[in-house]
């Protein structure tokens, strides 16, 4: 501890006012407080204050999502060797393919935002902000294993500068972050973000990609086909679909495919009170009351899934547990949060079943309740608005 | 609720059928109103029931920042010799109202700071007080009462809402409350200070329900068993409040009995003020002394003391408190004063509170599990150890952010009201939403808790306090 506080010191008089690095306090701010929380006492107010503080809410989400990002790991390792042909290859070699592939995603994801951060906070004068911890996260998540590094950076870049720093940084933005990055990456590139060939990295040991004899398809792909026939990489057909959507080992984006990963992850943030459970409750039933709709309809394939495996299919899990429920661009209000998640339940599945060519219906949900969430609220705090102004007219 | 309702009603009726004389009584019966949402924070050094006696205060201070608004004009000079109830200065906002000597003796310091606004007046206290001598009748019209207790010094005892100010004599409010509880951390108890001053507590009662048409309420805590200075008052309406904290804030209870809307207004009063209006409509003089609960993890003797209002902290700190770095409170963790060691007991405070304050910063304080430490979210362990009394010191815990949680202000706060969209109306300056979303009834201590939960650090009850002094001025 010493020796932290010691270079700390040694340092800090450069940043301070009248040092030579006074424009960069908030760089040396951000490095102090990440080692020490500050000994500052309560002022005005209250005496007492919770332990609790942005950086550790950030923190545990994190927490939360590394079930998913290990899984996605082995799970990038192990459907690699699956196309090749080679499923008998070891656990450690799976894990160490897929941490090859995944961890640098991760770095490039958090080493643009986090520098985007530095240099607004720079240029504004105000502390860094702990809000990219969750979407350093987030973003390599919810991408396709395929996708090249510098595409990472170029989605960061824009997600961090257009959806979060230009409306005022970590608590003002509308869109949920990572979604801008992943929606970006998604209309500017469609080729690289969705059809067969970018969930399973195919590369051989000789450097060449496997041509053909795979199917990279995702589960949500194959069942604008059928509703019945699912193959996995090797091309076998599986026995048990909802388990292997359900288990994650089918092809998908990073943190996506594993239900059970996320589910740890939406147990972590429903215990510690920090995601909203009314959000993932709602987001749930309501993709379970679209789905059965479809399915009393079905007129085609893709409406006859049957509704449980809708739920266990593509984002729509890793979506509702980990982005429907950023508490800045969600409702804000208790009611408003039942609805706002049971319609990101509906429009997800709606999206996805209606429109093929979006397979991904819960990002496109997400967005767009996310600029529906403020109107929810402001009806919701109408009602509670007229209510008080009613009591004024009796008593008058 | 509704099957309460029900329950209650076959009962009342069964009771009207077969005996009609315990009617009356049942429906006199008093309510009990329970609260879900709140917070007890249990923490270490609660005052032990066991009365004791202080240094005598030599000194004792009248400060003009106890009472918010007012603009103060001095009576006294230093070195004017005053008795116990000779005005010292008076609102030049509202010239009826006038501030009195706590205690007989000489105006030893007037404290100016900035501007020369007045800090503190300090008066040396004689051993033996001298009274002010006012005529008090009996049976007396609602204008006399008004009349005396504004001359003599305690009409600053009653306040109001809204804007949580003392109460504008010339207003008529809708009903008076008394919350006989403090559900507070640290809470001095009611119960206790009051005990066998039911005599001076009836007359108090009796003084203040001349102030209005209304009804007085006075609402106690369903948990304990009352005093019979409170359960025997009469010419009340007992209710009983369950629930934990704020569930004694007299806020809540009005939002739960008497709802305010724009225009009206409710006054309220602390019980062991209600007593000494009670002493002076039986003597005629302004008795200022007073009962204060000394607390906190700092104390060494942790009891009430016999003091008077406006004493000073030293009195009642020496010998009794540990050594070391600590932080003072005039009041409780939540909504008191910070003061300084040689500092002074607050005109609305009824306790003084002894914290350690620490100013060590932690290593990766953020992360680690904490166990000392208390958190109302379950990020931290303090929710497994739900009776577990923690020793807290002053610290933030954390940096001031934006807002970004939601949904925690609600868990604490026991109103129909949306805290952190009020919160924001106040930040943006915005008069018609701050009235839209109830700002009329809350006061700053209403918001202590949401304060202390608040991930993002944020200063609320000074900002409740702005927003409400910004429509007090608007409303002049």
Redesign the interface.
Known sequence: ?NI??KLLDSVKPNFEKGGKLEKFYPAYDAFE?F????????N??????????????M??VVIAMIPALLFGIWNTGYQHFLALGQPDTAFMDMIAFGAMKVLPIVIVSYAVGLGVEFVFGIINGH?I???FLVTGMLIPLCLPVGIPLWMVAVATLFAVVIGKEVF?????NILNVALTARAFLFFAYPTLMSGDKVWIDTTTAAGETLADGYTGATLLAQSTESATNYVNAAGVQFTDVFSAAFMGTIPGSIGETSVLAILIGAAILI????G?WRIMLSGVIGGLVMSLIFNAFAVNPFMEVPAINQLVFGGFAFGIVFMATD??T?A???RG?WIYGFLIGIFAIMIRVFNPAYPEGVMLAILFMNVMAPLI?HYV?RG??S???K??KV?A | MYKSFTKKLAYSLVIIKFAPDLYIETITMSREIKIKRGKDIKLVGSAEKIHANGLRSETVALKPSDFIGIRPKMLVKEGDVVKAGTPIFFDKNNEEVKFVSPVSGKIAEIKRGAKRVILEVIITADSEIAYEKYEVGTSLSSDKVKELMLSSGLWPMVRQRPFDVIANPKEAPKAIFISAFDSSPLAPDYDFILHGQSAAFQAGIDAIAKLTTGKVHLNINGATRADEAFTAAKGVQLNKFVGPHPVGNVGVQIHQLEPLSKGETIWFVNPQDVVTIGKFFISGQYDASRIVALAGSEVTNAKYYRTVIGASAKSIFTNNVKEGSNRYISGNVLTGTRIEMDGYLGFYDHQFTVIPENHEPELFGWIMPNFGKWSNSRALFSWLMPNKEYKLDSKMNGEERAFVVTGQYEEVFPFDIYPQQLIKSIMIDDIEAMEELGIYEVAPEDFALCEVVCTSKLPLQSTVRKGLEKLRIESL
């Not at chain 1, 215990?271 to 920090?274: A, F, K, Q």
């Open positions: 501890m932290f506080r407080t080692l020490f929380v500050p000994g500052h006492t309560a005005t107010g209250a005496h007492i204050r919770d332990a609790i503080d942005l950086k550790r809410t923190i545990t502390s902000n702990e809000g005022g940084g970590t608590g003002m215990y510690t009170g920090i909203s508490p800045v969600a804000q209000t208790t949060k609220d705090i509670n608005v209510k008080r102004l009591r004024v008593a």
